[in-house]
C-alpha cells in the first residue's frame, strides 16, 4: 500500500481528497496545509508520494516546498491545482514533478496519475541503482565516443562516432560539438539538445541515455541514445558516448507487438487481454474503481465452413474485418482482443450492470451480421455471445473467463446469432432494466407521472420561501416507483432528456394555475441533471416559461456538483444565460461530492444547498457541526444563500439558526405533497 502525503489549504477539499485516496486503497500519512509543514512532514514521514497544492498558506508556496523536500529526499511530487497559468507552470518544471493534475478532477484521473508517478519514480530509482553497478562493465561498449573543450571543440572522435554521424575519418577533429551533433527530440514535444550552451553540461551531470534524432552529414536522420560527463577537475572535459539504436527500436517495436498484439488483427492478444483484466480485479480488490465490469467471448458462428470452402487467405479476412468492426463499436478505454482462433474478447470497464453488457452485445451483433465480400460471394456472418458480469464476486481472471467461456458454448447450442448471461439473475435484471425502460417511455407519452412539492421555509420569517418539484412515477401495477430506481435508468437510456422537459413544463403549468388562484411571492426550483445540458438547456428554459406565460423569477434551477466535472466552458455560458433570464440557480447536494472554490466562483449560482448527510447526525457529529458552519461561511463570503435539506428536528433546526443558515427543507415542515395538498397548503398559508 503507497503511503501519501497531503498538502492543500481548503479543509473541505483537503477533506474530500483524504477520502478519495483511502476508498482507492492509500494509506495517508498526515495532511499540511502550510507549505513549512509540508517540508517538516516530508523529511519526517518519507511518504511514496506528496499530492501538492501550490497556492498554500504560509511563507512559502507549494512550488518552494517541493523545491526543498528534493533537496533533501527523493519523494515523487503530484501538483494538483486549480490554476495552471504559464508562469506557474515554468516555475513548477524546477521541481521536475511526476505529474500535474488540474482540480476539479474525477478519481480516474487521480489514480492513473498517482500510478504513474510511484511506477515512474520506481524506475528511475532502478534505473540509477543499475548504472551504478553496471558503469564498469560497460565502459568499453563499443559506442561512439567524443571529447571537446570547455569552448566545445572536438579534439577526440573515435571511428564509430565518425561512422555513425557519416563525417570521413579524421575530419570531426577541430570541429565544433553542434556541427557534428546535430540534435533535434526525438518524440513530438521533445526538446533538441544544445551541446554548445554551457548550461546544457549541467544537465548532464544528472541525466544520461537521453534518446535525440541526429541529422548525419548525408541528411538521413537517424535515432541515437547519448550521454556525456562534464569533468571540471580535468580542464573542463567533456566527453560524449551515443550510439545508432534504430536496430534497437526495430526490435522493441517488434517483441512488443509479439508480444501483446495480434499478428492478422492487430487488436491486443490474449496475453494483454488477460493483464487487463487482472488489472481491473485488482483495482476492485483494492478499492480503487467502484462499480462493475463485464467479459463478452464473441464467437463466429460456423467459421469452419469458411476455411473449408473458400481457404485460408479467406478466413483471415473475415478474421480481420469483424475485428475491425467489433472495435468501432466500443468505448476508447474497453479492450477488445483475438483471444483465440474466430474468438473476439471484450472487456467493458465500467459497465451498467448486466444491461450495459447486453447493448453492447447488441451492437457488436449488429456490426457483425453486416454482409462481407469474400471472392465473388457475400456472406451474412452470425455470431453467438456469452457475457459475465463481474460486481465483486470473481476474485481471479481465470474464474471470469471459465465461465464466460460456458457462457458462450451455451450461446452456441441455442440459436445463431444470440448471446447467453451466464448468471440467469443478472439476465432477469436485464429484462426488468428494459421492461422499466418501455414503462418509462410509455409513461411519459401518456404524462402518467406526477411532480410533488416540498416547502422550503426560511428560518427568518418562518414562512415559505420557495418550494422544490420532484419527479414521481405511480406505477398502474406496481404502486409509486421510487426515484432511486427510475431516475438511473433514465440518465443511463436518455429518457431523462424528455422526462426533465415534461417536469419542467409540468412545473411552469402549475405556477400558472397558482397565479391565477392569487396565489405567488414563492419560486418553485427544477431539478437538472448533467445529461440535459448536453442540448440547448438555456433555449427549453425560454420555451417553458414562454409557453406557460410565468415570470422567470418564478422559476429556480437545481445542478449538482457532477456538472462542474464536465464540460465547464459551455455549462457555465448556459448557466449565464439562464440567470440573465432571472431564473435562480442552486448548487444541489453540496459538500457531498468536489467541494472547491473554483467552480463555486465560475458558476452564477444564488444558493448553496447543503447535503442532508451533514444536516443528519449535525446534533451529534462535532465533523458535520464544522463542515455545515463552513459552507454556510462560504456561502456568505459569496454573496450565496444557503439552504440545508433533510432537517426533522428541532435541535437540527436551532443549530442551523444559529450559524445563520437562511432556509431549511425536510419532514421537520413538510413532506413533498402532490399539486393539490400543495395548493392546500398555500391556500391556508395566504389565510
Not at 444536516?615 to 463570503?637: C, F, L, P, V, Y
Request: proline share 3%; hydrophobic share 40%; charged share 25%.
Amino acid at each position: 500500500m503507497a503511503r501519501l502525503l497531503v498538502v492543500e489549504d481548503e479543509v473541505l477539499v483537503a477533506r474530500d481528497i483524504q477520502g478519495r485516496l483511502q476508498r482507492l486503497g492509500y494509506e495517508v500519512v498526515g495532511s499540511a496545509a502550510k507549505g513549512e509543514e509540508a517540508v517538516e512532514m516530508a523529511r519526517n514521514l518519507v511518504p511514496d508520494l506528496v499530492l501538492m497544492d501550490i497556492n498554500l498558506r504560509g511563507d512559502i508556496d507549494g512550488i518552494e516546498a517541493a523545491i526543498q523536500i528534493n533537496e533533501v529526499e527523493s519523494i515523487p511530487i503530484i501538483f494538483c491545482t486549480a490554476y495552471s497559468s504559464a508562469e506557474i507552470l515554468e516555475r513548477a518544471k524546477i521541481t521536475s514533478p511526476f505529474g500535474y493534475v488540474l482540480k476539479p478532477f474525477d478519481n480516474r484521473e487521480l489514480e492513473i496519475n498517482i500510478q504513474i508517478a510511484l511506477f515512474k519514480h520506481r524506475v528511475e530509482r532502478d534505473l540509477a541503482e543499475t548504472k551504478q553497478n553496471l558503469d564498469s562493465t560497460l565502459s568499453h561498449v563499443s559506442d561512439g565516443v567524443i571529447a571537446a573543450d570547455d569552448s566545445g571543440r572536438i579534439f577526440l572522435i573515435n571511428p564509430i562516432a565518425e561512422k555513425i554521424v557519416g563525417c570521413e575519418s579524421g575530419n570531426g577533429t577541430g570541429k565544433n560539438l553542434d556541427e557534428i551533433l546535430r540534435l533535434e527530440g526525438f518524440e513530438a514535444g521533445q526538446a533538441s539538445i544544445n551541446l554548445m550552451d554551457p548550461e546544457t553540461f549541467a544537465f548532464w551531470k544528472q541525466f544520461s541515455g537521453i534518446r535525440q534524432r541526429l541529422t548525419r552529414f548525408d541528411g538521413r536522420k537517424v535515432p541515437i541514445e547519448l550521454s556525456a560527463n562534464f569533468l571540471e577537475e580535468d580542464a573542463n572535459l567533456t566527453v560524449i558516448t551515443f550510439r545508432d539504436i534504430s536496430q534497437q527500436l526495430g526490435y522493441e517495436e517488434t517483441i512488443q507487438r509479439n508480444a501483446f498484439f495480434d499478428g492478422l488483427t492487430e487488436l491486443p492478444n490474449r496475453a494483454l487481454f488477460v493483464d487487463r483484466l487482472e488489472g481491473s480485479i485488482n483495482r476492485r480488490k483494492r478499492g480503487g474503481r467502484p462499480g462493475q465490469f463485464s467479459v463478452l467471448f464473441i464467437g463466429l458462428d460456423g467459421f469452419t465452413v469458411i476455411n473449408e470452402g473458400f481457404g485460408h487467405d479467406a478466413g483471415d479476412m473475415v478474421i480481420n474485418q469483424i475485428g475491425q468492426r467489433i472495435a468501432k463499436t466500443i468505448r476508447p478505454d474497453d479492450t477488445v482482443s483475438r483471444f483465440s482462433g474466430e474468438i473476439f474478447a471484450l472487456l467493458l470497464d465500467p459497465v451498467e450492470a448486466v444491461t450495459g453488457s447486453i447493448q453492447a452485445c447488441q451492437r457488436i451483433l449488429s456490426a457483425v451480421q453486416e454482409p462481407i465480400s469474400v471472392q465473388d460471394s457475400t456472406l451474412n456472418i452470425t455470431a453467438s455471445v456469452g457475457i459475465v458480469v463481474n460486481n465483486g464476486e470473481y476474485l481471479s481472471a481465470d474464474q471470469m473467463l471459465q465461465d464466460v467461456d460456458t457462457a458462450l458454448h451455451r450461446a452456441k447450442s441455442d440459436t445463431h446469432g444470440s448471446y447467453v448471461v451466464f448468471d440467469n439473475a443478472r439476465y432477469e435484471d436485464a429484462v426488468r432494466f428494459i421492461d422499466r425502460k418501455n414503462g418509462m417511455q410509455k409513461a411519459i407519452v401518456q404524462g402518467d407521472f406526477e411532480v410533488h412539492y416540498q416547502p422550503i421555509v426560511s428560518l427568518e420569517t418562518g414562512k415559505l420561501a420557495a418550494m422544490e418539484a420532484l419527479v414521481r412515477w405511480p406505477h398502474p401495477e406496481e404502486g409509486m416507483v421510487s426515484p432511486a430506481e427510475f431516475i438511473p435508468i433514465a440518465e443511463a437510456t436518455g429518457l431523462i432528456l424528455p422526462l426533465g422537459e415534461y417536469v419542467l413544463h409540468s412545473v411552469c403549468d402549475q405556477i400558472k394555475r397558482w397565479n391565477d388562484q392569487g396565489l405567488s411571492g414563492f419560486r418553485v426550483a427544477v431539478n437538472f441533471s448533467a445529461r440535459q445540458f448536453e442540448v440547448d438547456v438555456a433555449a427549453l428554459v425560454r420555451t417553458a416559461l414562454s409557453s406557460a406565460g410565468i415570470e422567470p423569477t418564478q422559476l429556480a434551477m437545481e445542478i449538482t456538483e457532477g456538472l462542474a466535472m464536465k464540460n465547464v466552458n459551455r455549462n457555465t455560458e448556459m448557466l449565464a444565460d439562464i440567470r440573465k433570464l432571472g431564473v435562480n440557480i442552486s448548487m444541489d447536494d453540496f459538500g457531498a461530492g468536489y467541494s472547491s472554490f473554483s467552480y463555486l466562483k465560475r458558476f452564477p449560482l444564488t444558493t448553496l444547498k447543503i447535503d442532508r448527510s451533514f444536516i443528519k447526525d449535525i446534533h451529534e457529529n462535532e465533523e458535520d457541526k464544522r463542515i455545515t458552519r463552513a459552507i454556510i461561511a462560504m456561502g456568505q463570503s459569496l454573496n450565496l444563500a444557503t439552504q440545508a435539506k433533510g432537517v426533522e428536528n428541532d435541535e437540527q433546526l436551532e443549530i442551523l439558526r444559529e450559524y445563520g443558515c437562511d432556509c431549511i427543507q425536510g419532514f421537520y415542515y413538510s413532506k413533498p405533497l402532490p399539486a393539490s395538498q400543495m395548493t392546500e397548503y398555500l391556500l391556508e398559508g395566504a389565510a
